[in-house]
């Protein structure tokens, strides 16, 4: 941005009229006057307080948008920053925006539950190059949306979603980067992080995101992170990096887990996922695959990509799987080309880890079998391949234990007294 643009004010309890006006009978004094005189290059600072009003973000570009921060959250109510109280919409015209320290509240006395707070662009084709730091969107328990994001292009980093009637955080934009998301959320059937192809209006190809949070606590069927890509034909979901997450389920009856979800239409498929360094808490899956290759000429799911991920605190159901098709469609044909190295699962029966993945890759096992304050492993190895075992006592920290073992191509037995320092153990193949 140019350091050279117009600053403008915007305090609603100001004793005077902020710059360019100079009488409250010419000036409302509100977010939208400025907005309306801003050009290129323009600054506007938001003081602290609560603005009541809609806004419509469009046919403008460069300017810098900044709050005084974007509050906190104490449970049930939103308190301090700068709010934004009514809808917002950032139009395909607007562009080349930097947006900070602020948040977004509805206006919605009458609770309807068709309201949206917020939607950030209109269409897929539309390249935004916009910035966002430090945006929460506090939501009344009744809206529809509290966010969604479209098109491409866009730079998303620290930014929070509570409370939404339904969904917290649609992600329908491609070539998009969202660093550190926080969604929390105690609503009955809320959804937290969706991943979806929607056209016209988007589709999240080539997406990252790194670092994110998700606390589930009010019953839905929703999982933590969704993949979706039914509502037209054609649609593809590609490329997507999620990495240095935390999905924790504090009730018994959601899935703390990230699914991938294909349909019947022609041609829709997911590619190239990468899953790394996050950790799955409470519930009965893990990562759950569903319909992959329900119709002959749909792509289903190719190349999933699993590394480093932690499984632990199943809710004691008896089919408790880091990766599972569930038979919505053909059952044999979860996907292809799933690859799983370097798997933490804790509290459950090895033999329950992965079920029903055909054509799977699976580099490392995690094995919990205690008995008597002893641990045996058992595995299957490849003839001339070598193994090392590990331990933890964290799940983060891996320490190896003995020489390695080369494979003789059958199974293997290996057996150990456990030490409090010693609480977990995998088995890494290291090939020939």
Not at 165 to 171: E, L
Not at 197 to 225: Q, V
Request: charged share 20%.
């Amino acid at each position: 941005m140019n350091s050279y643009g117009v600053v403008y004010f915007v305090d609603k309890y100001s004793p005077s009229p902020s710059y360019p006006f100079n009488s409250w009978d010419t000036a409302s004094h509100s977010i939208a006057d400025i907005l309306n005189i801003a050009d290129e290059y323009s600054i506007i600072k938001i003081a602290p307080g609560e603005y009541v009003e809609d806004i419509i973000l469009e046919n403008i570009s460069g300017i810098t948008i900044i709050g005084s921060g974007s509050g906190a959250w104490n449970g049930n109510s939103y308190h301090g920053g700068t709010i934004i109280k009514g809808a917002f919409r950032w139009n395909d015209s607007a562009k080349n925006i930097k947006m900070e320290s602020l948040a977004f509240t509805p206006n919605n006395p009458n609770h309807s539950k068709s309201y949206n707070l917020s939607f950030f662009g209109q269409s897929d084709n539309s390249e935004f190059n916009s910035f966002l730091y430090d945006i929460a969107f506090y939501g009344d328990s009744f809206c529809v949306h509290n966010t969604e994001f479209r098109g491409k292009k866009w730079n998303v980093e620290k930014v929070r979603s509570f409370n939404a009637g339904i969904h917290n955080f649609p992600i329908k934009a491609g070539n998009s980067i969202f660093k550190d998301i926080y969604v929390e959320n105690n609503n009955v059937n809320a959804s937290f992080i969706i991943i979806k192809s929607h056209h016209p209006l988007g589709s999240p190809d080539n997406l990252i995101i790194d670092g994110f949070h998700i606390k589930m606590t009010g019953y839905t069927f929703y999982p933590g992170i969704f993949f979706v890509n039914y509502d037209s034909p054609d649609q593809t979901i590609e490329n997507v990096v999620i990495k240095n997450g935390y999905i924790k389920n504090l009730t018994t009856n959601n899935f703390p887990c990230i699914r991938f979800l294909g349909d019947n239409y022609n041609n829709n498929y997911f590619r190239d996922i990468i899953i790394e360094n996050t950790i799955f808490d409470g519930g009965e899956c893990g990562i759950m695959i569903q319909n992959g290759y329900y119709n002959t000429n749909n792509k289903g799911l190719d190349k999933l990509y699993v590394n480093n991920c932690t499984f632990i605190n199943p809710s004691g159901r008896n089919e408790y799987k880091v990766a599972i098709n569930n038979n919505v469609g053909n059952e044999n044909d979860p996907g292809s080309n799933i690859y799983l190295t370097n798997i933490n699962a804790k509290d459950f029966p090895n033999d329950q880890i992965f079920k029903n993945i055909d054509r799977t890759e699976i580099r490392s096992s995690f094995y919990s079998g205690i008995n008597n304050d002893n641990i045996i492993l058992n595995w299957t190895t490849i003839l001339g391949y070598k193994y090392q075992i590990q331990s933890s006592g964290d799940l983060i920290d891996w320490y190896n234990i003995g020489e390695e073992i080369i494979g003789t191509g059958s199974n293997l037995t290996w057996g150990n007294y456990i030490f409090e320092s010693q609480k977990y153990y995998r088995v890494i193949e290291k090939y020939n």
